[in-house]
């Protein structure tokens, strides 16, 4: 094709990403930069004399010192502990294996604020660095047992048989054959484990450990100091977008498939005999640290309070409340999401990849960054609009979008394109296509993206407390502020209905992750 063809062949991809479906892509992944864009401008703004003078400071210092720490040694002890468990529950005749998968799963149904809450209520001197190290490898572990447990399911069985027919022992063919084939979910939880040690507040809080985001929620609640806290947010922001390019250099591009799809086979069980008790002892103990403890701490106090915690008419107020936020962000957060779906599933180009792109690296950013950007910007251009339901729910939809993003895109990939055509042909308009069959056939997917959104929801505390209108009292608030006083049975009854709420949804991305394989 000469290059004028060319040409206007990239054109006319472009116009059609630019069709009324491309325009609220746009719309919407500026909104989703909107964070990103404002912390830039307000760094920019403020002039080289002032940023030196906020960042370049003990305090920042001590604050990424902190943050470097923690993820330098919580995203290793994650990814070793998820190999093992992953190996024990995959590969392996460990009696039970199946409820074992489950429960290194389970910890995903309890906020890690709760597991913080847990903890400290159990061992009031539970406090520094140790304790957010041991807290975070708790409650973020699942996140990278999940994705390295698929791939032990998925992976290649032939590969291993031909590394052991070459005179491997089991040891050097797991080293060399099985953790290679690891690299991108090892990788990519890693890169989910750290964000998150980025963006948590709530567990580092209660413990008294020092990150960006403790720092920035007590500046603005302090102090509402808005230089000091946005050049806290740059940092943090910096600190993100250098984790993404460090995975994706990392990462590389090697291949990880084979050309052919072969004959499916299963992978060869080992057999753990006499190391069988130390392998039950190692998940035992996960288990019981990970699930164990917050069950007990809250069933304890339960206990104490007795029935006076059940203060039902403030519980059912914050469970409504909450409810509330959950079903419209998630609503808000599907329909944002289903415009960028579709055009990177049906006119799939680079102009659509980059709006994609911009979602999922405005969905890395921090809840706590993104709240104080729309705290500002409501403050300085829409003063109205602070502190309102709109915002907060703008908040959720940028925070949680990602997630939408991914159920629709898998949903819509799942549509023939060729019924889309044929209604076409039979005078409906674009617009009709879409309502008679694109929705229809991706509404099972449209329903996973608001049942994920509205968990993360459910259970968010930090853009809640900065954004929410006044006398909004949601779960994790409510909670939030009876732990803060150091009524921990009060605050019981708060935290098991959000574990209760969990808890179905996280069996439910269990069995769908071993269903996707075949197991």
Do not use: K
């Not at 190290?133 to 708790?138: N, W, Y």
């Amino acid at each position: 094709m000469s290059w004028p063809r060319r040409g206007l062949a990239r054109v006319r991809t472009w116009r059609r990403g630019l069709s009324p479906m491309g325009m609220a892509a746009v719309v919407v992944s500026f909104f989703s930069l909107l964070p990103l864009v404002f912390v830039a401008w307000v760094t920019i703004q403020a002039g080289w004399a002032t940023v030196s003078l906020l960042v370049f400071r003990p305090r920042v210092a001590d604050l990424l010192l902190n943050t470097t720490a923690l993820i330098v040694l919580t995203v290793p002890v994650c990814a070793g502990l998820a190999v093992a468990l992953a190996w024990l529950t995959e590969r392996t005749d460990l009696a039970g294996a199946r409820v074992w998968a489950w429960v290194c799963v389970a910890p995903l149904a309890v906020p890690a604020f709760v597991q913080s809450y847990a903890w400290i209520s159990l061992v009031p001197a539970f406090h520094g660095l140790f304790a957010g190290v041991t807290v975070s490898v708790l409650a973020y572990l699942p996140f990278l047992y999940l994705p390295v447990a698929a791939t032990l399911r998925q992976m290649d069985p032939a590969l291993e048989d031909v590394a052991a027919s070459l005179g491997h022992g089991p040891w050097r063919v797991f080293r060399r054959v099985v953790v290679p084939q690891l690299r991108l979910a090892i990788l990519g939880g890693s890169l989910l484990v750290a964000l998150h040690l980025l963006a948590e507040y709530g567990l580092y809080a209660m413990i008294r450990f020092d990150t960006f985001a403790t720092a920035i929620v007590e500046q603005f609640q302090t102090a509402f100091d808005g230089p000091a806290a946005n050049m806290l947010a740059s940092v943090l922001v910096v600190c993100c977008l250098l984790l993404l390019l460090l995975e994706g250099g990392v990462r590389g591009r090697a291949r990880y498939a084979r050309v052919g799809s072969g004959t499916p086979s299963r992978s060869r069980t080992v057999a753990l005999g006499r190391y069988a008790p130390g392998a039950a002892v190692l998940l035992a103990a996960t288990a019981l640290l990970s699930i164990g403890v917050p069950m007990l701490t809250l069933g304890r106090w339960l206990l104490v309070g007795g029935r006076d915690v059940w203060r039902m008419g403030e519980i059912l107020g914050a469970l409504w409340q909450t409810l509330a936020f959950a079903l419209a962000g998630g609503l808000l957060a599907t329909l944002a999401a289903f415009p960028v779906a579709w055009i990177a599933v049906r006119h799939p180009g680079r102009f659509q990849r980059f709006l994609e792109g911009c979602n999922y690296i405005a969905g890395a950013l921090p809840g706590v960054a993104v709240a104080l950007a729309l705290v500002m910007v409501t403050v300085r251009v829409a003063l109205p609009l602070y502190q309102t339901v709109f915002t907060i729910l703008v908040a959720y939809a940028i925070i949680f979008l990602p997630r939408a993003l991914v159920s629709l895109r898998a949903a819509i990939a799942q549509t023939p394109v060729e019924l889309e055509q044929a209604a076409g042909s039979l005078g409906h308009s674009p617009f009709g296509v879409m309502r008679v069959i694109t929705l229809r056939l991706a509404a099972p997917g449209a329903a996973a993206s608001l049942a994920l959104v509205g968990l993360g929801i459910f259970n968010e505390l930090t853009a809640t407390q900065m954004l929410a209108p006044s006398g909004t009292q949601t779960l994790a608030m409510r909670f939030w502020d009876l732990s803060g006083e150091l009524d921990y049975a009060a605050a019981a009854p708060y935290a098991v209905i959000m574990v209760a709420a969990s808890l179905p949804l996280t069996w439910l991305l269990h069995v769908q992750a071993r269903r996707r394989s075949g197991r």
